[in-house]
């Protein structure tokens, strides 16, 4: 059958997640809210996992196969959510390839192009894999643009993110190494600042805190004006996929370097509100398989 | 894997077998399978099947069950491309696709990684409890069904004190209920589980409780005495013991244990509860002299590294009266010859 | 206390000494008191930034000397004593940072975390120890758990293959039973080495170092002149006398200590460490030593009082390395009415 007159009859693009978890099935439940997505499989490793119940009680297909599960069945999904691990998204991102998916990337395997939605949306959307970077990232990174934007010969950039204990389990605690390296990569590429750095405190006071991240930015003969500007014109971008991110402090100069403190209060949607970092990620994600969905269909409906 | 890995591990069985192939006899012709089947015990059986199968013509057919199939696939050509040795990937959680016609299985799925035990409790928990029961469930449905053997661990009695010669079978004590014993904890309430099984649908089950091991197949990653010595030694380091070296363990060698376990799978009355490991203790203090001694030139042993305020010293061994008695099953490998085996293929598979 | 009982001293004089200078310690400065401590027979002298590999930065402060040169610098002054360093996972990496570190010829590695995360520290133990590097694991901020809290955590470290865990009172908040007590619970529930690390906020360090070697802890760290955050840590110079008192052995050359602290005092330190009101209140409120600094600054700045910022930070039970929030509390601060008005 025709793919686009397939695509035609349908409303909304159809979404696979590989990955039970927690950012599966918070995407999982994302997804469903969306008006241009819905979900063809969720799949993971263990079928009596929280994610595979809450997906079986949405009455959303499940699959413990893997990789195999979408080879079997290519038309389940036009869209791929890789929520494994890097080293799965290596294995995946080929098969993927080769079947056409468009493959959003939550791991730091990094293959495809860093994705920001409130950034970059545009070059995206010709890509087939794209990656989120990580959660204190999509923190950061609007602001690094912004000050690489508007400031003349930004030197540094380090950004420290501050998360609840409680919204980091054993996955985000042992790939810290991961996180630092993919997030500076991040802040180097979207800010053109000479030397980046990422650091991640995690705080177990109760109640719990929210993702709270702070931007540092070393720069020749700072423009507050400038960036204060321009700073308000992303943030209102962001906030249109991540309506709890917030600039709480800043832009200021405190002791010779620019300090904008950003934070950001989560959905709730699967996990409890304190975890924006889960949230900003995933948010970004939705934001960007919905603008391919909405960019497929409309070029569906046009073009034929 | 390297071929003259391949042979020494095949030696080893051999050496095993000589003259203890006919108290095996119930395998001849029948289908094993082994559930966590790619992990050390698991890949010891298969190579002490391989053995039966080619030196002794007992024609097993053994299907491992493991969430890791492909990599063990990947790692071992040499077992897994056999024709009488399946692989099915699985989480032991969900044994959706199992073998109906099995006679035999024997349950060896769990992380014996502490690190994994101390950062992810739940999981570990999840895997042992759920995936026993999932186990316990499926083996209903398994018409042919002889014996079901379960692999537990000499930890589920607690901890043992410094005087004890030996953990009996029928020792009193439990762990703490507390998250740094969840491994023993979860263990314990899994033989649990076996013995509902038991009394609820008549399952054919028993159990074998394993101290520590050695041989090859035993990732040298892992934070025990005996794998880290072994890697200090191969990586030119100095070998490294905590405290005083004065803590007691036993080892007992990857072939012994593959044949303890299916002799006590095969000959086991139900409900029997068994002790698998070395009776025959030795201070880490020796096992590192002892490990020192296979390389050229010997690294140097640092004791005391960080050492201790209360020179109190544990001990964990196994009183195997019970598998001596009633089995016939003593250690065939003396620990010696097993460090020696030991640090010969890794450095054979290294080189 | 028993008789001519062996404690091993870890000197973090070049680490912990550095938040009270701003990290600003030079090259010549390592060279200089690791030969004098190298001299004295000190066994493990630890050197670095305040918040130990790879966390030179805006948020904690830049270090004048490169971890690289730092590290080289002291590997060559010293023959006896051992090279140590101190790692948290989340400031440093094993590839970027630890790696390098161990190539220089670093013996010693502790891995630290907030006392309640130990689970971050697994792969950085992990990758020392395969290294062939004698590995501790550190919890800091020790008075934020209970006893038996820290023993649990404790013993995911020990499962890491850590051949010790140090806890250190990072806040000085500690008194001698509150250290007596959590030693006594490390030393009967692990079957590693225990070591303490104090503060003097309370005036307690001394005392602490001595209950806890009684209680059977076998490490115990120190500073020369106590050269070290906020009110300065154990006065190591004085440990070594009191031990010697006590009837513990050291196998430091009390003499040379003696000239070390001085080498210390002179040379190091723009003031010998006393204990400020701030730090009077920044041990009562449980925060982090390592915040004078910038507490100090960012009080003028905002024009609150830097107390009630210890107090607000301590209510808010904020970790070391958020150093950002201090912004953030005199910013609220700042916007209240000040106390005394109508």
């Avoid at chain 1, 180097?188 to 000479?194: H, L, N, Q, V």
């Avoid at chain 3, 201090?326 to 009415?337: F, H, N």
Wanted: net charge negative; glycine share 8%.
């Amino acid at each position: 059958m025709n793919r686009d007159a397939v695509i035609q009859a349908k409303e909304k693009l159809r979404v696979a997640i590989i990955g039970s978890g927690n950012i599966g099935t918070d995407l999982l439940i994302k997804v469903g809210r969306s008006p241009h997505l819905e979900c063809g499989a969720f799949i993971g490793r263990n079928l009596s996992s929280s994610g595979m119940m809450k997906a079986l009680s949405l009455g959303v297909p499940v699959s413990a196969e893997g990789i195999n599960h979408i080879i079997n069945n290519p038309d389940c999904c036009d869209i791929v959510f890789d929520a494994t691990s890097a080293k799965s998204h290596f294995e995946h991102a080929p098969i993927l390839r080769g079947l056409n998916k468009r493959v959003i990337d939550m791991t730091p395997a990094k293959i495809g192009l860093m994705s920001v939605p409130s950034v970059n949306m545009a070059d995206c959307l010709n890509e087939f894999n794209v990656n989120m970077v990580t959660c204190g990232g999509q923190a950061s990174i609007p602001v690094a643009y912004a000050i690489g934007q508007t400031q003349s010969d930004v030197d540094y950039i380090e950004v420290v993110s501050s998360i609840s204990s409680r919204s980091a389990g054993p996955a985000t605690r042992q790939n810290l190494d991961e996180y630092i390296k993919t997030t500076e990569d991040g802040l180097k590429e979207f800010s053109g600042a000479r030397r980046t750095k990422a650091i991640l405190n995690l705080n177990p006071a109760e109640p719990c805190v929210d993702m709270q991240t702070t931007i540092f930015a070393k720069v020749k003969d700072p423009d507050i004006l400038k960036l204060t500007e321009r700073l308000s014109e992303l943030v209102k971008s962001v906030c249109k996929y991540v309506p709890g991110y917030e600039i709480i402090l800043g832009p200021i100069v405190e002791n010779d370097r620019i300090v904008v403190m950003v934070r950001v209060r989560g959905l709730g949607d699967y996990l409890p509100a304190y975890a924006g970092n889960l949230d900003i990620i995933n948010c970004a994600a939705i934001a960007m398989a919905e603008e391919y969905a909405q960019v497929t269909l409309n070029a569906v409906s046009k073009g034929n | 894997m390297k071929q003259e890995c391949q042979e020494r591990t095949r030696h080893d069985c051999m050496r095993v077998l000589e003259g203890r192939d006919n108290a095996l006899e119930p395998l001849r012709k029948s289908e094993l399978v082994v559930i966590g089947g790619t992990g050390f015990v698991g890949t010891w059986i298969a190579e002490m099947v391989a053995a039966l199968n080619d030196a002794y013509d007992f024609g097993i057919k053994l299907t491992l069950i493991s969430r890791s199939a492909d990599q063990f696939a990947n790692r071992l050509p040499h077992l897994a491309n056999r024709s009488d040795i399946s692989l099915i990937k699985s989480d032991v959680r969900q044994l959706g696709q199992f073998p109906a016609n099995a006679d035999w299985v024997i349950h060896a799925a769990a992380n014996p990684d502490v690190r994994t035990h101390a950062s992810n409790p739940l999981d570990t928990a999840s895997v042992i409890v759920d995936g026993t029961m999932s186990v316990m469930r499926t083996a209903e449905r398994l018409g042919r069904l002889q014996k079901l053997l379960y692999l537990s661990s000499g930890l589920v009695c607690g901890a043992q004190s410094v005087t004890a010669n030996g953990i009996a079978e029928n020792e009193q004590g439990a762990p703490v209920p507390d998250a740094s014993f969840m491994y023993p904890n979860a263990k314990r309430f899994a033989e649990t589980l076996c013995s509902a099984a038991r009394a609820q649908s008549r399952t054919p089950v028993l159990v074998a409780r394993p101290f520590s091991f050695i041989g090859p197949y035993q990732s040298l990653d892992t934070p025990w005495a005996q794998t880290t010595f072994l890697s200090d030694a191969l990586r030119g380091h100095q070998i490294r013991v905590k405290g005083d070296g004065q803590v007691v363990r036993s080892y007992l060698y990857g072939s012994d244990a593959a044949y303890w376990f299916l002799r006590i799978l095969t000959a086991g009355e139900v409900g029997d509860v068994v002790n698998v490991g070395s009776p025959t203790g030795i201070t880490l203090q020796d096992l590192a002299k002892e490990v020192a001694k296979n390389f050229e030139p010997s690294p140097e042993i640092m004791f005391n590294t960080a050492p201790r305020s209360t020179g109190r010293s544990a001990k964990l061994l196994p009183d195997t009266t019970h598998a001596q008695n009633v089995y016939g099953l003593t250690v065939f490998t003396p620990l010696e010859e097993a460090i020696k085996l030991t640090a010969l293929w890794h450095r054979l598979q290294n080189n | 206390m028993n008789p001519t009982q062996e404690i091993r001293i870890s000197d973090p004089t070049l680490r912990d000494g550095n938040h009270a200078i701003g990290h600003q310690l030079s090259a010549e400065n390592i060279a200089a008191y690791c030969k004098a401590a190298d001299a004295a027979g000190v066994p493990i002298v630890e050197v670095g930034h305040g918040n130990g590999l790879g966390a030179s930065s805006l948020q904690l402060g830049e270090a004048k000397t490169p971890d690289h040169i730092a590290l080289a610098t002291a590997r060559e002054n010293m023959n006896r004593s051992k090279l140590g360093i101190h790692v948290i996972p989340g400031f440093a990496t094993i590839e970027r940072d630890l790696k390098p570190a161990l190539a220089l010829g670093v013996d010693v590695v502790r891995v630290a975390s907030h006392c309640s995360e130990a689970d971050i520290c697994e792969r950085h133990i992990g990758f020392s120890r395969n290294e062939g590097a004698e590995v501790w694991g550190c919890l800091m901020m020790s008075h934020m758990i209970s006893p038996s809290m820290l023993l649990e955590q404790a013993r995911k470290l020990e499962s890491y293959g850590a051949e010790g865990v140090v806890f250190m009172d990072s806040s000085g908040h500690f008194m001698p039973e509150d250290v007596r007590v959590r030693v006594d619970t490390l030393v009967n529930g692990l079957g590693i080495a225990v070591g303490f690390h104090g503060h003097n906020n309370l005036g307690l360090a001394i005392a602490n170092s001595v209950a806890a070697a009684d209680a059977g802890a076998t490490l115990i760290d120190g500073c020369a002149r106590g050269f070290g955050a906020g009110a300065g840590n154990t006065q190591l110079e004085v440990l070594v006398a009191v031990f010697e008192r006590l009837k513990y052995s050291t196998g430091i050359d009390f003499y040379k200590m003696l000239d070390a602290a001085d080498l210390a005092e002179q040379t190091l330190m723009k003031e010998i460490p006393t204990i400020k009101s701030v730090s009077v209140v920044s041990g009562m409120a449980g925060v982090f030593s390592g915040f004078m600094k910038p507490v100090t600054r960012i009080a003028k700045e905002f024009d609150v009082d830097p107390r009630d910022i210890f107090f607000e930070l301590g209510r808010r039970k904020i970790v070391a390395g958020q150093e950002d929030i201090i912004l953030e509390v005199a910013k609220q601060l700042a916007q209240q009415p000040k106390k005394g008005n109508p």
